[in-house]
Each structure stands twice: as C-alpha cells, then as structure tokens.
C-alpha cells in the first residue's frame, strides 16, 4: 500500500537524520510523491490545464514550505500520510502564487526554477487558468476526509490557508509589492509587506502540523513566533541573494528588485546590516521553540539553513 | 442585531413571495448585504485590492446562483444568515471568474454588468489578484464556525465549492472554451464544456442547501437533477442571447462568441432548435422536483426565468 510506505518513509528522517541537507532532499521527495498522486494525468479534453498545473508545481523547488508543515508535525505525532497531505496542498498554493507572479502583468519573469516560466511554455489564458485550479485543489485536498478524520480539523486547515493567502494575507502582499515599485518604503512598510506577501504562508506551513495535532494554544504560538521570525529572515536573504545571486544558482533572474526600483531589506539596510538582520532573526526563531526541546532541532537547522542558503 | 433582521428578512420571501421576480430581487438584496458585510472597505495600504474585489462583486448581476442556494435552503429549514453567507461565498466567485475571464489574455472584454471590466477599471495586475483574493474569500467564508455550527457541513461546503470551481470544473470548462475558439466542437463536447465552466457551480450552488440542511442522499440527488437541466438551459439562452440581446440588454459585448469563431448552441441546433431545447430543460428540471411537492415552486419559476430572461 504505497500510504502505508509514504508514512513511514516520511516521518522517519525528521526524527532520525543529523544531516539538514539530506533531511529536506527526503521531505522534498516525499512531498513531491504526493503532489503526483494528488494532481495526475489528465487524458480529458482539458488536459492542457492539468499539464501546467504539473509543469509548474511539480519536479522542483526547495519545498521549503512543506518542510515546515512536516517538521512542525512530527512534533506532534502527525502522521505521514496527513502531514503530506497538507504539505502538498501548500506547496500547490506556492506554485500557483508564482505562476500568477511571474505573468506580464505582474512581475513578468520568463524564468522559473531555471526553466521558462509557466506562461512562456504554455500562453497566458493557461497560466492565468493553471494558477486558479491549485488554488481550488489546494482547498480540496484540505477538505478531504483523507487529510484527517475529524471535519473540525480540516475546516481549521482550510481556514488557515484561505487566511494566509488571501487578501489580508498572500495575495494583499502581493498588491503591495507592485504597488510599492518605485516608491520609497520604510522598514516598517517593507516589513508589513514581506510578512504578507510570503510572511502569512509560511507562518501557516509552520503551524500546520498544530493543527493537524491538535496542539495547545502555547504550541501554536511558539510555532507562530519562530515562522513569524523564519519568514522575515527568508525574505532578507531573498534579498540578498536577489544583489547577489547568479542565474544559474537561482534559477530565475537576479537583480530584478534593483531594476525595478523596488525597496528592499537591503536596500534600506545595506548587505552588511541585512545579513546581520537575518542572522538575528534565525537566532530568534530558534529561541522560539525552546519549549519542544530537542525535538524540535530539525526546524533550527531549517531556520539556519534559511539564512545560509545560496539559491 | 443586523445578523437576526438578516435572517428574518432572507426566508421570508422565498416561502411566502409569489412574484418571482420580486422575489429574485429580494434575494440579490439579500446576499448583496452579506456579501458588504464579509468584504468591508480596507484603510490599509493595500485597499486598491480591497476596492478592486468590491467593484467587481458588490453593487449588480442577478445573484441567479445566490438565489438557487437561498430557495434550496427553505427546502431544509437552513438559517437565512447561513444560505446567505454560502450564497455570499458563491457570488464572490463567480465574480472571480468573470475578472478573470475578461482579462486581455482571456476573452479580453472591456465591459460588465454594463460597466468597464475590473482590468479597465483598475488594471491588470490589480485584476488577476482581486479575483485570486476573492476564490480565498469565499474558501475563507464557508469555514468560518459562523456558517454551520457542525465542521462536517463546513468540511463538505468547502470540498463541493473546491471540485465545482477547479480543473474538474469551472476552471477546467474555461480551459476547454479557450481552445475550442475555431473548433468545431460536438454538440457532445460542448455540452460537456458548458457543464465544466457554468453547471459545475450552478450545480454547488442549488446543493449547497441541501448540504447545510443535511438532507438525504435523494433529495440532493433531485438539485443535482434540477441543477443539471436548469445549468444546461442557461447556457443555452447565454448562447442565444449572445446572438439576439443587445449590449444595453446584455451589459457586456453581445456577438462576440461568433466573432470569435467558437461554436455554441446556436451555431450547432440554429435559433429555434436551441430556443426548443431550453424550454424542453426547463420542464425536466422542474420535473426533477416532483418530490419536494409546492415547496419547490420558486425553485421551478426559477427554471422558467432563465428560459425566458432577456440578459
């Protein structure tokens, strides 16, 4: 029964792997395991949408998002199939906020993940289309019974993620960010921004495995707190990397922010300053989870690994 | 307590009203009220979003999937505050996809409801993320407690919303209507189009009562029945209006499916076949009611409206 498999294989690294770097290869593969099954095929008519869909969310990516639902489950005794489940759905939800990023109108990036953007490869009505249909999937997988016995469970998951990505959240920082183009933000503004645009998402992967584990309140608002200081510490080292990444480590077009005349943690900071931000915040976000002990090591390593990645 | 007047207020007609018409207006009111209420005015930096979203959702259209799901819900005894707020959810993404069905790359309309599209009005990135928001907003809706006390019914609004509306639905009949421009598509294929991207939540729409109502496994089955021929019909006279309405009547820019070389209803049965065929629908869906007795008769005026409504 390849459930049955997808739970075991998925929970066994994070408690068992000293090796950051492997840990989140296995979770990335576990995930993306789910995310075919989740989202197949296609042989009707329609099967153009579903291969965007494909093409965009899936063989790809950090999935740094699912690392955190999974890492933040196996705290609370979570199992595989279900912390899967929700990390897939969340990583659907990434894929399509970049998919609608990257058109024209928005940022218009022809790269992605170092292969033409969703647009380029397919046109613009089905990007437009494949970014609509994961976002419906990603509810639909919430909502299934197969994500956790008890209904109250899913409702609470789905609402989270509506929450997070929606206008007060994702999709607000989104409008944000093109609005901000050329004008001169405060850090204050900047900050606000950031924990909108890919603040609120992160913050949901984190307390995901909360919910689906039924933790206290206190969990959750520890898990609130190292996202809260996780997600601001990835967006300085986006922009970081962002003055001074390559193309080939990164996958998609450095230097854009610059071009663009967008304000940036390093441009109000400087990289000196930014670098030592993040660094900071990654100290604060491990702070946060004392309360779990030594159980929760993975997500320090996670919150390291955020300040010092390259791409 | 504005909630309790709603409540009131909402039931009332739709038992008592033998004015379908009146009664049709009362219901857009109605949803439109809930619809003020879950999407208010934003002083945030972001409130171009927020004013985005409002022009295109609030203030017109004829609310005909609002009322399908408010007259369903008088069959099960619902709360009029709980029919309104999934009527709410549906209205707000419906309005969704039509920004996103009249944008440049899509069908590229200047006009709706008889007012600039979303993307003239605002613009394009403005656009594609005010109907990204509203899909959240209405996921947001049917799983806030304040919908239906029971999680369970929650659950399986949010999964009935998430199937109608994504790539095995709503999204994927956009899909298909895209690449069937210049087709010459079966009276077999565009059937199946048409129940994609319009029956799909046409069909959620006139469960959604049933579903908040926790009625039996037939009586759904009955909607579904009703829901499948009403949908059909719709389509159907959208097609003819398209080739008889005028833009005063329609709103929005009436001949463009033929200018645009997309086959339909009419271009496959011609004018009086097609006229024939709704009507012959709209019996069916009002047989299909047969069970619920007198109590469904705004549900079968409904079925006549949309046979003989001229936008």
């Given at each position: 029964m390849p459930r049955t498999a997808t739970q075991t294989r998925s929970t066994m690294p994070l408690t068992d792997h000293r090796d950051f770097d492997a840990a989140l290869r296995f979770t990335a593969e576990s995930v993306e395991r789910a995310m075919y099954r989740l989202l197949p095929v296609s042989?009707?008519?329609?099967?153009r949408l579903f291969e965007a869909m494909r093409y965009s969310s899936?063989?790809?990516?950090?999935?740094l998002r699912a690392f955190f639902a999974l890492a933040g489950s196996t705290l609370f005794g979570v199992s595989g199939l279900a912390a899967a489940r929700v990390a897939a759905a969340i990583e659907f939800v990434h894929a399509y906020s970049l998919i609608h990023d990257d058109l024209p109108a928005m940022?218009?990036?022809?790269?992605r993940r170092g292969r033409p953007s969703c647009h380029k490869q397919f046109d613009e009505a089905t990007a437009i289309l494949a970014g609509d249909g994961l976002q419906a999937l990603a509810f639909e997988i919430l909502a299934q019974p197969d994500t956790h016995g008890d209904p109250a469970v899913r409702a609470q998951l789905v609402l989270g993620l509506a929450q997070a990505i929606g206008a007060h959240g994702m999709v607000g920082g989104q409008m944000l960010d093109i609005e901000g183009e050329g004008q001169a933000l405060s850090i204050g503004e900047i900050t606000r921004l950031q924990r909108l645009k890919t603040g609120a998402l992160i913050s949901f992967s984190c307390q995901a495995g909360a919910i689906l584990g039924k933790a206290s309140e206190q969990a959750r608002h520890a898990l609130a707190a190292y996202a809260h200081a996780v997600g601001l510490a990835f967006q300085i080292v986006d922009d970081l990397l962002d003055v001074e990444g390559t193309q080939a480590e990164l996958g998609k077009t450095p230097g854009k922010d610059v071009a663009r005349g967008k304000a940036t943690f390093v441009t109000l900071l400087g990289l000196d300053h930014a670098r030592d931000q993040a660094s900071l915040l990654a100290d604060q976000a491990c702070e946060?989870?004392?309360?779990?002990?030594?159980?929760?090591d993975l997500l320090r390593q996670a919150a390291r690994f955020v300040v010092a990645r390259r791409a």
């Amino acid at each position: 029964m390849p459930r049955t498999a997808t739970q075991t294989r998925s929970t066994m690294p994070l408690t068992d792997h000293r090796d950051f770097d492997a840990a989140l290869r296995f979770t990335a593969e576990s995930v993306e395991r789910a995310m075919y099954r989740l989202l197949p095929v296609s042989k009707e008519p329609e099967a153009r949408l579903f291969e965007a869909m494909r093409y965009s969310s899936l063989g790809g990516g950090k999935r740094l998002r699912a690392f955190f639902a999974l890492a933040g489950s196996t705290l609370f005794g979570v199992s595989g199939l279900a912390a899967a489940r929700v990390a897939a759905a969340i990583e659907f939800v990434h894929a399509y906020s970049l998919i609608h990023d990257d058109l024209p109108a928005m940022d218009d990036d022809d790269l992605r993940r170092g292969r033409p953007s969703c647009h380029k490869q397919f046109d613009e009505a089905t990007a437009i289309l494949a970014g609509d249909g994961l976002q419906a999937l990603a509810f639909e997988i919430l909502a299934q019974p197969d994500t956790h016995g008890d209904p109250a469970v899913r409702a609470q998951l789905v609402l989270g993620l509506a929450q997070a990505i929606g206008a007060h959240g994702m999709v607000g920082g989104q409008m944000l960010d093109i609005e901000g183009e050329g004008q001169a933000l405060s850090i204050g503004e900047i900050t606000r921004l950031q924990r909108l645009k890919t603040g609120a998402l992160i913050s949901f992967s984190c307390q995901a495995g909360a919910i689906l584990g039924k933790a206290s309140e206190q969990a959750r608002h520890a898990l609130a707190a190292y996202a809260h200081a996780v997600g601001l510490a990835f967006q300085i080292v986006d922009d970081l990397l962002d003055v001074e990444g390559t193309q080939a480590e990164l996958g998609k077009t450095p230097g854009k922010d610059v071009a663009r005349g967008k304000a940036t943690f390093v441009t109000l900071l400087g990289l000196d300053h930014a670098r030592d931000q993040a660094s900071l915040l990654a100290d604060q976000a491990c702070e946060a989870l004392d309360s779990f002990g030594p159980r929760a090591d993975l997500l320090r390593q996670a919150a390291r690994f955020v300040v010092a990645r390259r791409a």
